[in-house]
DNA sequence: AAGATAATAGACAGAGTGTCCAGAAACAGT
DNA sequence: ACTGTTTCTGGACACTCTGTCTATTATCTT
């Protein structure tokens, strides 16, 4: 059992991460063959197969190590007993996001027939559902709509917010502004109450 | 210029869409042929491509002509002077779903790399923002928010909703009351005001 | 330096694509 | 019911891409 990987697997399997994630974001998924893949990242045909049993293996390898990592790295922001909701695990998916824009635009503009969109959705949606339902139980509110809709509703609006935010043209709007804005969404609603919410209906 | 399409044209471009639905639903977008698409659909496989270029012609067919049909019906519900925010444009985009709802799934899901979901997620958040910036200017108020963003909140948390409402087990909840739901959380954000909102800092 | 592992080119069969044709079938209008 | 028009059809074609294999070369690790 190998404790680091040969240094060349390493460059190669960087060199298709890489290639992939780019040929998508230009010209679509669908579009990428393995040949171009292997071209743009400079190796060989066969060596590509000695590593991914095919450009779906390949795509789910650079998904779930995004979803790893991101996972290691909310773990570390929950840790201290979360106390209050200070949107603290949200501004974190933004800064991952923009240590590595590209992949997350891929997965985010459901490339792949948004298999990765839908595997982030989940995951993201699941720890949502814990961290509501934990602060209900902990401040002994009854939650005013079902914690299940409630937890997609939210996500649906990260991720919506996430991707319109990374293919927004640099200098983007501070992560700290943006993420403020979706606390400060969450809490109070869309509108001001100056008559806003008060129409006939 | 024929007025009305041949019988076998349309009977034909009606089993190549349900097909690729179902098909797509199924397996996948990326794992479904041609072949495949016309064998479900019976018919030969020349016919296939006297009607559509290829696979992805048939699919933004399918996405065109529910976008058609959805903006035909919202811009019925629109025209009586929308006076107050009554979630009736959301209702309505609920009740299209539910008349079609393997389309929409299919759409939804991101299956074509996210085509059809980036066509509704643009198209409706165009309208979102037409309907946001008119009722701000109507109603003398300053957003809170970037109105760009908020579209996109919106819309996002509305498609996930959506999607997830679609995918739950018969029987689903009533449309009326997940709409509201929707309703009430664009208003008045998340949580009840009971400590939930008042946390540190 | 030596043994282990990885990369490579080239060849292979097979699946699916998109185009074309000529004949058969179904259609719309009179 | 007839007729000219349109659509449907199977079969054939060249082509692209796939995934597997093999023998050889290059590069790593210790």
Do not use: C
Request: charge should be negative.
């Amino acid at each position: 059992m190998t404790v680091v990987e040969d240094r060349r697997s390493r460059r190669t399997r960087g060199a298709l991460r890489d290639a992939l994630v780019s040929l998508v974001l230009e010209r679509g998924y669908a579009a990428v063959t393995v040949e171009d893949i292997v071209a743009a990242a400079d190796v060989g045909r066969a060596t590509f197969y000695t590593h991914f049993k095919d450009k779906e293996a390949l795509y789910d390898h650079v998904v779930s190590s995004v979803l790893l990592e991101l996972k290691e790295r909310l773990a570390e922001v929950l840790a201290p007993e979360d106390a209050g909701f200070t949107g603290e695990p949200v501004a974190e998916v933004f800064r991952h996001a923009t240590q590595q824009p590209d992949p997350y635009r891929m997965i985010l503009r459901g490339e792949g027939d948004g298999r990765g969109l839908r595997a982030f959705e989940d995951a993201w949606s699941a720890s949502a559902y814990e961290i509501f339902s934990a602060r209900v139980k902990a401040n002994a509110v009854r939650p005013r709509v079902d914690l299940q809709v409630l937890a997609r509703a939210w996500v649906g609006e990260q991720m919506a917010v996430l991707l319109w935010w990374l293919d927004a043209p640099e200098p983007r709007p501070a992560t700290d502004q943006v993420v403020e804005t979706l606390v400060e969404l969450s809490r109070h609603g869309r509108f001001w109450a100056t008559g806003f919410d008060s129409d006939g209906h």
